[in-house]
């Protein structure tokens, strides 16, 4: 559990690391909290040539408003400022990525980790990548060719496979719309652990009737995966118990997800209904 | 107030919480080389070539050592006494013609730092034709697969015993019932990694080696023999170790390796074991599969239990021989009154990590199954489930209470006992009443909860003898050094409480040094809850030796009688001249030689004495859990868990709780989380921590305990029982039948570790079941 040997080189700026990223091709990477890489590279499961080191680019932890009511969160963020975060204005819209962060790691691990390197790394049941896939984020990266921004549909394209260059650093995530009724929840057998399912939802209500939902599944695919089934059962639903059971159900009977050690493919479709119901009750109460 | 009884912090922690602890990996030598395994990546396969020379061409290298290279060398040998023939089973130290489970070592690489020796393990090439897999013991002995294993035969051994007209006890019974159930393969996988330094000194030909637990004097013997070294030439010298629970300290290939090296080379040898390799190295345990019946009369008391157990070893018979299912059938009848009983035992070998011991072997697989069977029979009888067990615990007037059976090479006596006397007082203090009400109106409003009861017998002290010095230096410093190993369970301070009473000197004042076999050249070592009940013993008696010869020398010196003197506060004291005394410091001086005051007395004042026993000593207790099912993601929260334990006599009781809370976070993870997979073709799943799931902080819940001292063991001179394994033992029984009595499926669980997806598997099938009986009833009306 010793990585092969690598080049370590530190950035001072985003252009230098993007400069060093184009110098050193496509085997290097980048580092920032190192929470999955590291671990990663100690198995030998990559082995890139070089890692430029982020961490110590000044100005990209913040979490900010947006564009009026967005929020955007700079890339080397950790997970704890997040868990943090105190800002009623920010809470008033984002509170959900407040009480989605505890599910992140553990408490070392969202003191290092950032959230920018979670979106990066692209695990289909990591909290930032599915509430990115939820709330349409846009991801801000920079590469030799300059800025552009990515939107959170079309970045995630398999398990750890993003739109990312080589050459590209993630500098900023954008949630645009504010979210005041999303929620997300997960099982996992132990406190820490990569959920076995996670749900992550989000409501649009008036006067008791749902007029938009959306809902994305983690741990069942290899990317956050979006159920426009059990979207439609809540379009037009009265709110309640009665429509959530129907989109968890609903959710349950699209998912194909594997079997592992945690659970069979069976036990993940029941989860998926489960999760998919308690996170759309925390949803629908919570205004804000 | 006697040392002995006292509630005391760890001496030990004074360095480990500052940092100053000294471990394995904290030992460097000048010019050292770091070692490297490369293992296999097959589960069985023919090994048809392996080629190092691109390893060897690497800078940095300076050695590669393959099987052929050390072909002479002898598999490892078994450590405990057996009349079992084992040799053909044995694990060599590098395979050489075919592979057994995926980890076992093939080759070893010496290069100068830790990362160009993972590198350098990368280039040996090893070519293997892939054999069919034995995955499963029972259908492997079953199918008797053993051309598939290439003369290893798949069942290594077949061990039974028992006593009584068990046919006859079945023939006659009123009730009969039967469960099969298993128990998941789990391990210790302490903290700290197994690791090894070696430096070799040419000159005086000396090898000195770090890192050994456990059995450090054991250890040195089998090395002394496979490396034809004198003993006296080999000395270990102590660490401190992050835990062992029987795991850690055992010889293993590592363990002839690096000395080995170290000799060969001329130059210090370090391997440090990592994550990945110690989930697929290190001894597993556990796996067995019971098909246990009992007979009962119309009493509901038991005429008879047979038990048919079958072990899955993996690959290769190691140190423990066959000690784990061997400690199954003899621990299987408990504490209880069984006049006939028959258990068989097949050891199977699979394609797996070899098995040994951890915590509480043999006890913890055979108390789930029997505590399981008298949940399963009490429901099917309709009868209490303590009731059950009262009616058919060992009274007190019945103790001792031989078996005719033996383990560990000694017969099962089961000393002294007060069983329903501790179970009356676990649930009292437990408020185990108040638990199985509350789980009544839980249920009543449609939550999960249940209540769940693990009686047990354990067993510790195992014999034959421990060593132990006692030494008092000129400047009245104690020493103490004992043939037991440290292995973070707080031996050091345990030893000093018992050698402070002795010696009337504060035990915070006396050093506690283990596993220095230049200081102690014999040892039996730290396993099988032995160290505090016979190395502790051993230690009493030297001290104590050790005291009478400071009273004796002190008479010369104070010129008194010794019955006019006493020991009090490190000092010889004279009754009724209280300025007359000498300090244990001034008897020491006494004791050199030439001062005159010690005529006929050997110099230096200490002692060394032997502790011999023959019998083991049985302690016992009850674990009590209340637990809630979440009844949609199949989650178990432990709510209460409680565990009573007879300890004969607590030298320091904050330790025997901690033991005993350690101890049910392991058993507590072995019931729900822990478990060592495999795929179909032999590839382990659980190969790193996130997928062998130890419970964390979050998951282990606040465990109450109450120690008991109502029934002294009269097998050793303070009345010892060893704590180290009653807090495992208990765990798969309680837990699984909190978890049935909260879903109200008694019997329904039928394997260990408990996984939600299980859970919910069961619940869904009843939910069928339920709904096909719904429909036939409406069908009918």
Redesign the interface.
């Known amino acids: 559990m010793k990585p092969a040997a690598f080049e370590y080189r530190r950035a001072t700026a985003v252009e230098d690391a993007v400069d060093q990223l184009t110098e050193l091709g496509d085997e290097a990477k980048l580092l920032a909290g190192g929470q999955s890489l590291v671990p990663m590279m100690n198995f030998r499961l990559v082995r890139p040539s070089a890692l430029v080191d982020v961490a110590g680019i000044p100005d990209l932890q913040y979490l900010e408003p947006h564009d009026g009511r967005g929020l955007k969160i700079g890339a080397l963020t950790p997970h704890r400022w997040v868990e943090e975060m105190e800002d009623p204005e920010l809470l008033e819209g984002f509170s959900v990525l407040k009480r989605a962060a505890r599910w992140v790691g553990h408490y070392p691990i969202r003191t290092l980790g950032t959230f920018g390197g979670s979106i990066a790394h692209g695990d289909p049941s990591a909290e930032w990548c599915l509430l990115a896939a939820l709330l349409d984020a846009e991801v801000v990266a920079v590469g030799s060719g300059g800025e552009r921004v990515i939107p959170a549909s079309d970045f995630f394209h398999g398990f750890f496979m993003t739109a990312l260059e080589p050459d590209e650093m993630i500098v900023e995530v954008r949630f645009p719309q504010p979210a005041p009724n999303a929620a997300l929840q997960e099982f996992a057998r132990r406190a820490g652990d990569y959920a076995i399912v996670a749900a992550a939802v989000t409501l649009d209500m008036e006067d008791g009737k749902c007029r938009s939902a959306r809902v994305v599944l983690g741990g069942v695919a290899d990317v956050p995966l979006r159920v426009p089934e059990a979207e439609r059962v809540l379009e037009g639903a009265d709110v309640g118990r009665e429509a959530f059971e129907e989109a968890g159900r609903e959710a349950a009977k699209v998912v194909d997800p594997p079997s592992d050690v945690q659970g069979t493919s069976e036990y993940r479709r029941d989860l998926s209904a489960v999760m998919v119901r308690r996170a759309l009750e925390e949803a629908a109460g919570d205004v804000g | 107030m006697s040392a002995v009884g006292r509630r005391m912090g760890r001496l030990e922690d004074r360095r480990l919480l500052r940092g100053l602890g000294h471990f394995v990996d904290d030992v460097n030598r000048v010019g050292q080389l770091w070692m490297r395994v490369f293992r296999s990546p097959h589960a069985h396969a023919r090994i048809t070539s392996v080629q190092t020379d691109e390893a060897l061409a690497l800078p940095g290298v300076e050695a590669v050592l393959t099987g052929e290279d050390i072909a002479w060398a002898r598999p490892i040998p078994v450590r405990t006494r057996t009349k079992h023939q084992l040799d053909n089973f044995l694990q060599p130290v590098l395979a050489r013609d075919r592979v057994r489970y995926v980890g076992e070592p093939i080759a070893v690489v010496l290069a100068e730092d830790?990362?160009l020796a993972?590198?350098a393990v990368?280039l040996i090439r090893v070519e293997y034709e892939e054999l069919p897999v034995v995955l499963d013991a029972r259908s492997a002995i079953e199918a008797d697969d053993s051309r598939s294993l290439d003369g290893f035969e798949s069942e290594a051994a077949t061990l039974s015993m028992g006593y009584g007209d068990v046919e006859e006890a079945f023939r006659s019974a009123a009730h009969v019932v039967e469960i099969e159930v298993k128990i998941g393969r789990h391990s210790g996988v302490p903290l700290e990694t197994r690791g090894l330094v070696a430096d070799y000194d040419a000159g005086s030909d000396h090898l000195t080696i770090w890192g050994a637990t456990k059995v450090p004097h054991f250890n040195r013997r089998v090395l002394s023999q496979m490396l034809g070294m004198p003993l006296n030439r080999i000395s270990m010298k102590k660490s401190d170790a992050g835990g062992g629970f029987g795991v850690r300290g055992e010889f293993y290939p590592e363990d002839f390796l690096v000395p080995y090296l170290a000799r060969e080379t001329g130059r210090p040898v370090k391997w440090i074991e990592?994550?990945?390799e110690n989930l697929v190295a290190a001894n597993h345990s556990r796996e067995q599969v019971h098909r246990i019946s009992a007979a009962f009369d119309e009493e509901h008391r038991l005429l008879g239990l047979h038990d048919e157990v079958w072990q899955d070893n993996g690959a290769y018979i190691r140190t423990h021989g066959v000690i784990v299912p061997d400690l199954t059938l003899a621990m299987l009848p408990g504490p209880y009154r069984v006049p006939a009983y028959e258990g068989v035992a097949h050891v199977a070998l699979t394609n797996k990590t070899p098995c040994g011991t951890y915590r509480g072997p043999g006890r913890y697989e055979s108390t789930f199954a029997r505590e399981h069977l008298l949940d399963v029979a009490a429901a099917r009888l309709g009868i209490d489930r303590l009731e059950l067990r009262r009616i058919n615990l060992l009274e007190t007037s019945e103790l001792p209470h031989t078996r005719p059976l033996s383990t560990l090479g000694t017969d099962v006596v089961l000393d002294a006992g007060d069983y329903e006397g501790l179970l009356d007082k676990a649930l009292d203090r437990s408020g185990f009443d108040g638990w199985e009400k509350e789980a009544r109106e839980l249920r009543a409003e449609g939550r999960l909860v249940g209540t769940g009861v693990g009686y047990f017998l354990e067993k510790s002290g195992t014999g034959p003898y421990e060593e132990a010095i006692v030494e008092v230096d000129p400047t009245g410093s104690v020493r103490v050094i004992t043939g037991g190993a440290s292995l973070g369970q707080g031996i050091e301070t345990v030893l000093a409480q018992i050698a402070a009473d002795q010696l009337s000197v504060p035990p915070e004042e006396i050093e506690v040094v283990h596993t220095e076999t230049d200081l102690l050249p014999d040892g039996v070592g730290s396993w099988a809850s032995r160290s505090t009940v016979v190395g502790g013993s051993a230690v009493m008696l030297a001290a104590k030796a050790t005291a009478e010869k400071a009273l004796r020398v002190a008479t010369t010196m104070l010129e008194a009688a010794t019955e006019d003197l006493r020991l009090e506060s490190a000092r010889v004291r004279v009754d009724g001249s209280p300025d007359k005394s000498v300090s244990l410091g001034e008897i020491a001086a006494a004791c050199e030689p030439h001062s005159g005051l010690a005529e006929g007395e050997e110099s230096g004042l200490g002692a060394r004495r032997t502790f011999s026993v023959d019998h083991m000593t049985y302690p016992y207790g009850v674990h009590l859990a209340q637990v809630e099912v979440d009844p949609?993601?199949?989650?178990v929260e432990i709510r209460r868990y409680f565990v009573a334990y007879e300890v004969g006599r607590a030298v320091n009781p904050t330790l025997v709780e901690g033991q005993l809370v350690g101890g049910a976070a392991q058993g507590l993870g072995g019931a729900?989380?822990e478990?060592f997979?495999y795929d179909d073709s032999g590839q382990p799943?659980?190969a790193?921590f996130?997928?062998y799931?130890e419970?964390?902080a979050?998951?282990v819940p606040r465990v109450e305990t109450l120690i008991c001292e109502d029934a002294p063991s009269p097998d050793n001179p303070l009345g010892l029982k060893g704590a180290g394994e009653g807090g495992t033992v208990g765990c798969g029984a309680a837990v699984v039948s909190a978890v049935e009595d909260a879903l109200g499926m008694p019997g329904s669980i039928k394997a260990l570790p408990v996984?939600?997806?299980k859970i919910?598997?069961l619940l869904?099938e009843s939910d069928r079941a339920g709904s096909t009986a719904a429909e036939a009833a409406s069908f009918s009306s």
């Open positions: 830790p990362y993972e590198d990368e990592d994550r990945a949609e993601t199949g989650g729900l989380l478990e997979r799943l659980a790193t996130i997928d799931m419970p964390t979050a998951e996984s939600p997806s919910r598997a869904r």
